[in-house]
């Protein structure tokens, strides 16, 4: 084998090598490529407070199993400003409106007076074209009852969407029915196609929020009926045994204010938290009843979802997969030192509580202002517990590194990679990369150098130093001058003897190596 072949199958190996190194990286960090499909169910205008008064009514029997049985969050933070749209752009868009450019709910890509980063017309990359970009022609279905969802996929229907479903559900009173028949069609959609990826929304909720307060009886009876469409949801993919292999997403946009609940534009703690749940019937993949102790934003489903369906992100994404979802996840890790930022406060003295917006007490009914253009629906509600601002400090201690870190080797950092699997990993590599500049430096610099040798089958004798020609150089490769040629060599020195200095001929130079 020559050492031209020697070298190429080298940088090949190498290289081979790199990229198994990658993939078993990723694939070795928790969850990633767990789900053959992901159900990602969308309610508008979930205010936890609300929320909470509700569960422990045993109203919403469906949506309380997935809390005990699934990882959850409800303090997953809305981005500014906390409106609709914007927020259901961040889910799918996976990064903030600073980048992806939806500011309000009249947004579309063509008339964008904030444009994305790319600039006017840049259609943001959605979970739906990142997923098919990656796994050409899989089904990808939304269905959805308000048409700000549609603006979002607008320009790129046709290639992130193989089913674009928008069902009109414009007022508290029709909502209902409307969105029944909805799942109806999603669930026919589902036994048909199988989806890898879909999307289905329900804007019910927030309509009756509008309308009536999140403390009202029509907000409940909101919330019971997507509890009854998510129920239909579970069972179907039971009877038709895509359950198993199915992670489903339980997300919202926005809380509403904590004042009566009809508005949600307010830089308000009560505006800004959701629910944000994750789960699975298969708890080898995804534990119950686990509370999520991660930082979690709107920004991170999209992600979440294409690690779990084993995808990469792009680079316009700044999201992060929520990793404590899985079960694999060691959540010990989240108290060792480089996994938590030790905990700060500033002193008492120095702090005020203090709430600057308007927060009204018990019983109070707030004026119209506060309704913020939905004076059509009349006064709100009045609050009945009052606000719970503000949200009160941790009292767990900070976290300290335990004596013996389990995190050394087994946990993951945010970034979702193996430390003691990448550190092995480095050292290969870098000991892959050593031997390679071995090969080349031989290849290209320990060959330009020819040693004269004894005979074949003789034994080497002292008397013949072995003495390096100098060979001849074309540009910048060398050429090997072997012993079977010295008799051409002496004839065509003798040929160039004319053209070559006294001191190029006693070294034995050809007119090539002077060049």
Not at 4 to 19: D, E, F, R, T
Request: net charge negative; aromatic share 8%; with cysteine.
């Amino acid at each position: 084998m020559t050492s031209s072949k020697q070298s190429s199958i080298a940088v090949k190996l190498l290289l081979l090598i790199g990229a198994v190194v990658a993939v078993a990286d990723a694939k070795s960090a928790p969850g990633f490529g767990a789900f053959e499909n992901v159900v990602v169910i969308g309610i508008d205008g979930l205010q936890i407070e609300a929320y909470h008064d509700i569960l422990a009514e045993g109203a919403v029997p469906h949506l309380a199993m997935l809390r005990e049985q699934g990882s959850f969050t409800d303090q997953c933070r809305s981005v500014q400003p906390t409106l609709s749209l914007p927020n259901w752009a961040s889910h799918m868009y996976g990064t903030r409106p600073a980048l992806h450019g939806v500011h309000s709910n009249g947004w579309s890509v063509q008339s964008s007076h904030a444009p994305p980063m790319e600039g006017r017309c840049f259609v943001y990359p959605n979970m739906f074209s990142v997923a098919r970009e990656q796994l050409p022609g899989i089904n990808t279905a939304a269905f959805y009852s308000w048409i700000g969802i549609g603006e979002i996929f607008e320009s790129s229907s046709a290639e992130s969407l193989e089913t674009d479903a928008y069902r009109p559900c414009y007022t508290c009173e029709t909502c209902s029915a409307l969105e029944r028949n909805m799942t109806l069609e999603y669930l026919q959609y589902l036994e048909e196609k199988r989806p890898r990826l879909s999307f289905i929304y329900f804007d019910g909720v927030d309509e009756c929020g509008h309308h009536n307060g999140s403390h009202g009886d029509w907000y409940r009876d909101a919330l019971v009926s997507v509890d009854d469409n998510v129920g239909m949801i579970l069972d179907t993919l039971t009877r038709i045994n895509m359950l198993e292999s199915t992670l489903v997403l339980i997300i919202t946009d926005h809380g509403r204010h904590a004042c009566g609940g009809q508005g949600h534009w307010r830089f308000q703690y009560e505006t800004l938290t959701t629910q944000w749940l994750a789960y699975s019937v298969n708890k080898n993949l995804v534990p119950a009843g686990r509370t999520i102790k991660w930082p979690v934003s709107v920004t991170d489903t999209s992600p979440t979802v294409m690690w779990a369906l084993g995808l990469h992100s792009p680079i316009e994404w700044t999201g992060r997969p929520v990793l404590p979802i899985f079960t694999e996840y060691d959540t010990a890790c989240d108290s060792h030192p480089w996994q938590i930022a030790k905990r700060r406060y500033v002193p008492d003295n120095k702090c005020s509580n203090t709430n600057t917006d308007h927060v009204c007490s018990a019983g109070e009914v707030p004026s119209q202002e506060h309704l913020h253009g939905y004076p059509q629906y009349g006064p709100e509600a009045p609050c009945p517990t009052g606000s719970p601002w503000p949200p009160q400090r941790s009292t767990e201690p900070d976290p300290t590194p335990p004596q013996s870190p389990k995190c050394d080797t087994g946990c993951t950092s945010p970034s979702g990679t193996f430390h003691g699997f990448s550190f092995v990993m480095g050292i290969i590599t870098t000991l892959l990369i050593v031997m390679l500049a071995l090969v080349v430096f031989w290849r290209y610099a320990g060959a330009s150098v020819d040693f004269s040798r004894t005979g074949r089958g003789e034994k080497h004798d002292d008397s013949h130093e072995m003495t390096p020609k100098v060979v001849g150089r074309r540009g910048n490769r060398f050429q090997r001058l072997n012993d079977d040629d010295d008799d051409d060599d002496d004839e065509e020195r003798g040929e160039l003897s004319g053209r070559q200095s006294p001191s190029a001929t006693a070294a034995g130079m050809t007119v090539d190596s002077v060049r």
